[in-house]
C-alpha cells in the first residue's frame, strides 16, 4: 500500500507541471506570438502612414518655397518688362506699376517683395519701391562702391540671366536675398531690376498651418545657414551675421544647427543658385512612442492573460476534483440515476440504473425517455405519457415523488418488471425547464413487506370488524330493554361498552379504508358535482355536534361555483374528517367556517376554526399516521390519529393538493384544491366505508 500511495503522488507530481505548460505556457505562448506579429503589423501601417504624411508636408513645403520664389522672380521680369515698353519710365509709373503688381501676386500663402528697386546702366538706384523714408535713401546710391552688390550686377548682366545673392542682412536688422533680373531691349542694355525678399517671408508657413513631423528645418547653401524659425543668418563655422556689413559673433546655435543628425535633404533651385532645404523628421521618434505604447500594453495584456490561465487552471483542477467526488458519489449510490433534457432525451444514466433496466448506458442515452422507461400499474397496463412522473415534473415545474402507494412498476429490458419508488426533480434555469433527474430504486421487498401489511391489516381489520358488529348490535338490543329492564348501573356500563366499541369500529374502517387506499383497491367514480351541496349535507350530518358544545357555523360558499368531476363519496369524507376535528377541537362557543372559491385553474376548499391550534414544532407531522399534537391529548382524548392521513390519501387520488395554516392557541385553517378540470376515473375493487 505505501508503495502505491508513492506511485499516485510522483504521477501527481509530474502532472502538475505537464498541466501548467499545457494550460498555461502553450496558451501564453500562443497569445505572445500573436501579440507580436500584430505589434510588427500596427509598426508597419505606423510607418507608412507617417512616412507618407511627412513626405507630403516636404513636397508642400519645398513647392511654397519654389512659389515664393517665383513669385519675386515674376516681379523683376515684370518689372523690367516695363521698361523694355516704354522709351522712359517716369518715378510715378515705376510706383505705379509696383503697387499693382505687387497686390496682384499678393495672397495669403504667397510672399511679398520687400522692396523693388531699378538700378539704370550706371549701376546707380533710380527707383525704389515702396516709397518710404528708408526707400529715399537708397536713391541715387552708386553700386559700384560695394563690391557684394556689384558682383551679382556684373554677373547677371554677363549672362542676361537673373542672379540671386547670397543670404544678407538687410539695414533693417534681419536676414533676406535679393533677386538681379537684367533689362535688355533688343541688344541694348537698360540696367537691372533688384528684387529684396525677407527670408522670414520666403520660409513662413501658411497662416494657420504648421508641420507636425518636422523640426530644425533650415536651408542650407554654401556657408550660410537660415533657420526657418529664426530670422537669423548663422555660418558652418559656429557663427552669426549680425548686421549689412557682414559682421560675425559667435553663437552656440549655429554649432546645433551644424550638429544636427538624421537630415534629409531637399534641393531648390533660386534662378543661378541650388540651395538645400534641410529637414529633421521627427515621425520614426513618433512611430516609436507609439509602438513603445502598444508593447506596454501588450505586456501588461500577456500578464493578464497569463494571470487568468493560472486562476482557470486552478480552477480547472477544483473542478477536476469536484467532477471526481461527484462521479464517485453518481456512481456509487445504491440508487439509478437518469438525466434529461426538457424533451425527454436521455444524457446520463448511472451504473446503478443499467443494472436495474438491464440497459446499457450506449443503448439509451440520446433516446427518448418515454420510449425507453416503461411504466405499468398493478395490472400491466401502460400509463399514459401525460400522467407518467416526468411529464408531470416538466409541467408543473415541481418535484414528482413514486411510492410504495402509487404501485407503479418498471417494464425491464428482458421483459421483466420491478416496482419502484422514484423522485423526478426538473431543473429549473431563469424560470425556464431545461431537463430533469430522476432517482429511482427497486423496492420489491417494500411492496411485498406493504402488501403483507395491507393484507394483515384487511384480514385483521375483517375478522375484528365482526365480533364488533355483534357487541354493537347486543348493546343496542340490550339498552332498548329487549332482554329485560336493566338496572341504572348495567344501563350505564352497557353504554359504555357501546360508546367504546363504536370508537373500535371507526378505527377498524378507518384501517381498511387506508388498506383499500394504499393497496391501489380504492374506486374512483367522478361526476359532475356541487362541493357547496357535499358541504351541506355533511353539516346536516354533524349539526348535532355542533350544537352540543353551540358552536358557530358559518359556511360561505363563492356564488356560480361550476360542477366539478369528482368522486362525492370521497370527497364527502374529506370534508366529514376536516369539520370533525374543526368541532372536536374547537372549544364551546367557538366559530367553524368553511369557504369554497374559483382560483385559477383550481377550486380551493377552506375549513376555518377558532380552536387550539397545532404547535409548531408537531406542523411537519400532522399528515402521518397516528399522529396527535399534544397539546390536545388532554383535552381530546379520543381519536385515532388516521382521519387526516386519510384525507391526504383521498385528496393526492383526486389530483389535488392540500395543506394547512395554524397558530397555536388561535385556530387553524385546513384546505385542499381541487382541478377544476376534475379528477380522474381509477377502477378497482372497493370504496371507503
Known amino acids: 500500500m505505501p508503495l502505491k500511495s508513492n506511485k499516485l503522488n510522483k504521477m501527481g507530481a509530474n502532472k502538475k507541471p505537464i498541466s501548467i505548460f499545457r494550460y498555461v505556457f502553450l496558451p501564453g505562448l500562443f497569445v505572445f506570438i500573436i501579440v507580436v506579429v500584430v505589434n510588427l503589423f500596427i509598426y508597419k501601417l505606423e510607418s507608412t502612414f507617417f512616412y507618407n504624411i511627412y513626405n507630403n508636408e516636404v513636397a508642400g513645403t519645398k513647392a511654397l518655397i519654389s512659389r515664393r520664389f517665383q513669385s519675386a522672380l515674376i516681379a523683376a521680369e515684370s518689372t523690367g518688362a516695363l521698361f523694355v515698353s516704354s522709351e522712359d519710365v517716369t518715378k510715378e509709373e515705376f510706383d505705379s506699376f509696383a503697387t499693382i503688381l505687387t497686390q496682384s501676386t499678393s495672397s495669403e500663402s504667397i510672399a511679398v517683395p520687400t522692396m523693388i528697386e531699378w538700378v539704370d546702366t550706371k549701376n546707380v538706384i533710380r527707383y525704389a519701391y515702396p516709397v518710404s523714408a528708408k526707400s529715399a535713401e537708397v536713391i541715387g546710391l552708386d553700386m559700384n562702391k560695394y563690391p557684394n552688390r556689384l558682383i551679382p550686377i556684373i554677373k547677371a548682366k554677363t549672362t542676361k540671366s537673373a ?65 526657418f524659425d529664426d530670422d537669423i543668418i548663422l555660418n558652418n563655422n559656429g557663427e552669426r551675421v549680425v548686421d549689412a556689413q557682414g559682421n560675425l559673433v559667435k553663437d552656440s546655435l549655429a554649432q546645433e544647427y551644424s550638429d544636427s543628425k538624421n537630415v534629409v535633404t531637399e534641393y531648390v533651385v533660386f534662378a543661378d543658385k541650388t540651395w538645400q532645404l534641410k529637414f529633421s523628421p ?38 477536476v476534483k469536484e467532477m471526481a467526488k461527484s462521479e464517485a458519489l453518481v456512481f456509487g449510490i445504491d440508487d439509478g440515476l437518469m438525466a434529461m433534457d426538457k424533451n425527454g432525451i436521455i444524457t446520463f444514466v448511472n451504473k ?46 415541481e418535484v414528482i415523488r413514486i411510492s410504495v402507494v402509487d404501485h407503479l412498476w418498471v417494464l425491464k429490458k428482458d421483459g421483466t418488471r420491478f416496482p419502484i419508488a422514484s423522485s423526478i426533480s426538473p431543473i429549473i434555469v431563469n ?23 395491507t393484507e394483515f391489516l384487511s384480514l385483521a381489520s375483517h375478522q375484528l370488524l365482526t365480533p364488533s358488529t355483534s357487541i354493537k348490535w347486543i348493546s343496542e338490543l340490550l339498552l332498548k330493554g329487549d332482554f329485560g329492564a336493566l338496572k341504572k348501573k348495567q344501563q350505564e356500563v352497557i353504554k359504555n361498552i357501546y360508546v367504546s366499541n363504536e370508537s373500535m369500529i371507526s378505527l377498524i374502517n378507518s384501517l381498511l379504508n387506508i388498506s383499500r387506499i394504499e393497496s391501489g383497491r380504492i374506486i374512483v367514480s367522478p361526476k359532475p358535482t356541487y362541493l357547496s351541496e357535499i358541504v351541506t349535507d355533511v353539516a346536516k350530518e354533524l349539526k348535532n355536534k355542533i350544537g352540543a358544545k353551540k358552536q358557530v357555523f358559518i359556511f360561505e360558499p363563492e356564488k356560480n361555483l361550476p360542477k366539478i368531476n369528482v368522486d362525492p363519496h370521497l370527497i364527502g369524507e374529506v370534508y366529514k374528517n376536516f369539520l370533525t376535528n374543526a368541532i372536536k377541537y374547537t372549544p364551546e362557543k367557538g366559530k367553524i367556517t368553511v369557504n369554497i372559491a374559483k382560483v385559477g385553474d383550481n377550486i380551493i376548499s377552506k375549513v376555518i376554526d377558532t380552536g387550539y391550534g397545532i404547535p409548531a414544532k408537531d406542523k411537519g407531522r400532522v399528515f402521518e399516521k397516528f399522529y396527535r399534537g399534544e397539546n390536545i391529548l388532554s383535552v381530546e382524548k379520543e381519536g385515532n390519529g388516521l382521519g387526516l392521513y386519510l384525507v391526504k390519501q383521498i385528496i393526492e387520488v383526486s389530483g389535488g393538493k392540500v395543506g394547512f395554516e395554524s397558530e397555536e392557541g388561535k385556530g387553524t385553517t385546513f384546505w385542499f384544491s381541487l382541478p377544476i378540470s376534475g379528477s380522474s376515473a381509477k377502477p378497482g375493487e372497493v370504496s371507503i366505508s
Open 163 to 227: 542672379v540671386v545673392s547670397e543670404p544678407i542682412m538687410f539695414v533693417e536688422g534681419y536676414p533676406g536675398l535679393l533677386v538681379y533680373y537684367p533689362i535688355f531691349k533688343d541688344s541694348n542694355y537698360l540696367g537691372q531690376i533688384i528684387v529684396a525678399v525677407r527670408m522670414s517671408n520666403l520660409l513662413a508657413p501658411i497662416p494657420g498651418e504648421s508641420p507636425v513631423y518636422q523640426k530644425n528645418i533650415y536651408i542650407q547653401t554654401g556657408n550660410f545657414i537660415i533657420p
Open 282 to 319: 521627427t515621425y520614426t521618434a513618433e512611430i516609436t512612442k507609439r509602438v513603445i505604447y502598444y508593447a506596454g500594453f501588450s505586456l501588461i495584456f500577456i500578464v493578464d492573460i497569463i494571470i487568468l490561465l493560472l486562476i482557470l487552471n486552478q480552477r480547472q483542477k477544483r473542478l
Open 352 to 397: 446503478r440504473a443499467e443494472e436495474l433496466s438491464g440497459y446499457d448506458s450506449k443503448d439509451v442515452i440520446g433516446k427518448s425517455y418515454y420510449d425507453f422507461w416503461l411504466l405499468v400499474d398493478s395490472k400491466g397496463v401502460r400509463i399514459p405519457q401525460e400522467t407518467r412522473p416526468f411529464h408531470q415534473a416538466i409541467f408543473k415545474k
Open 431 to 453: 424560470g425556464e425547464v431545461a431537463g430533469s433527474i430522476m432517482l429511482f430504486r427497486d423496492i420489491t421487498k417494500e411492496s411485498e413487506i406493504d402488501r403483507m401489511k
